[in-house]
């Protein structure tokens, strides 16, 4: 008897170079834009008068589950969940944004100059960082943000020390193993000058992860951000912040009052895998070695 072959959907048919991956990434990039979108848009709905002040309380009802005057229902401390959730989503960007890009810029000088110069530079830089990498993210920001206080800036910046190894020991693999290339040797005999070289020769042959790093650490900044809110430690009490309203949300809990957890747990859950996804498929995009057709 002649077995029966399988058709499966459409949806789970890839053709060449439309791998799952990349069909992932897709879903990440419209996850994360979708919240680039809110944190934009969030002050203009309250300035339409479609959303409410997210620090006002005064005007309303204490613990009032979902309902159409407010979507997500309110705290024990009578704040709209539903502005509260949007507005979170700006604090959450803007800190892990600034702190991206704050390691990125350190750590990718550092690597090229590292990686270039070698010698004791090379040694003394790996040393440093090797030391950073070895602490846990979460406990090493959580005694910067002691050190340096509450508030966006502060919160950027202990978030951003314990990425600033990773861009470095990418980019200074990445340049050790090009800065022995031909095109750089005939750079070199031409009469470029360090500077040169590093930006005109190796910056652009060394970065093609750094994306990845991006998106990937944003990921981790995010949850690290809303682990700094919930001790606390984050950003100012009267700001939005996903962390900070979990918890306050878990003292409601026990009582029944499920709402004020739920929307920014998935708000928080969701940027997270969006941006991961967005990082996966960025790490198969520019490695092709490493796609896999469905």
């Known amino acids: 008897m002649t077995?029966?072959?399988?058709?499966?959907?459409?949806?789970?048919?890839?053709?060449?170079?439309?791998?799952?991956?990349m069909q992932l990434m897709a879903i990440?990039?419209?996850?994360?834009?979708?919240?680039?979108?809110?944190?934009?848009?969030a002050p203009t709905f309250q300035?339409?008068?479609?959303?409410?002040?997210?620090?006002?309380?005064?005007?309303?009802?204490?613990?009032?589950?979902?309902s159409w005057q407010h979507w997500f229902g309110t705290t024990n401390q009578g704040y709209d969940v539903f502005s509260r959730t949007l507005f979170g989503t700006q604090a959450a960007?803007?800190?892990?944004?600034?702190?991206?890009?704050?390691?990125?810029?350190?750590?990718?000088?550092?690597?090229?100059?590292?990686g270039y110069l070698a010698g004791r530079l090379d040694r003394i830089l790996l040393f440093l960082m090797d030391s950073i990498y070895t602490l846990p993210g979460l406990l090493l920001s959580v005694t910067l943000a002691f050190v340096v206080g509450k508030g966006v800036v502060n919160a950027a910046i202990a978030l951003s020390i314990s990425y600033i190894p990773q861009y470095y020991r990418v980019v200074r693999n990445h340049t050790v193993s090009v800065k022995n290339e031909l095109f750089i040797e005939a750079a070199q005999a031409?009469?470029?000058?360090?500077?040169?070289?590093?930006?005109?020769?190796?910056?652009?042959?060394?970065i093609q992860n750094v994306p990845v790093l991006f998106t990937l650490n944003a990921a981790d900044a995010i949850l690290i951000l809303g682990g700094l809110g919930f001790l606390g430690l984050g950003l100012p009490d009267e700001v939005p912040e996903?962390?900070?309203?979990?918890?306050?949300?878990?003292?409601?809990?026990?009582?029944?009052?499920?709402?004020?957890?739920?929307?920014?747990?998935?708000a928080l859950t969701s940027l997270v895998v969006g941006l991961s996804l967005l990082g996966e498929g960025l790490s198969e995009f520019f490695n092709p070695k490493s796609r896999r057709q469905g």
């Open 28 to 41: 990440g990039f419209i996850i994360t834009l979708f919240f680039v979108l809110i944190a934009i848009l």
């Open 93 to 114: 960007l803007q800190v892990v944004i600034l702190a991206t890009v704050l390691s990125l810029s350190i750590g990718v000088p550092l690597g090229l100059v590292s």
């Open 242 to 266: 996903w962390g900070h309203d979990l918890k306050l949300a878990l003292e409601a809990l026990p009582t029944g009052i499920w709402w004020t957890a739920l929307f920014p747990g998935l």
């Open 3 to 21: 077995p029966t072959k399988v058709k499966f959907p459409q949806v789970f048919r890839f053709s060449q170079g439309h791998s799952l991956s």
């Open 47 to 66: 300035a339409w008068g479609w959303l409410q002040d997210p620090t006002e309380s005064l005007k309303n009802p204490i613990n009032e589950p979902p």
């Open 190 to 206: 031409m009469g470029a000058n360090t500077w040169t070289v590093l930006s005109r020769y190796l910056f652009l042959n060394v």
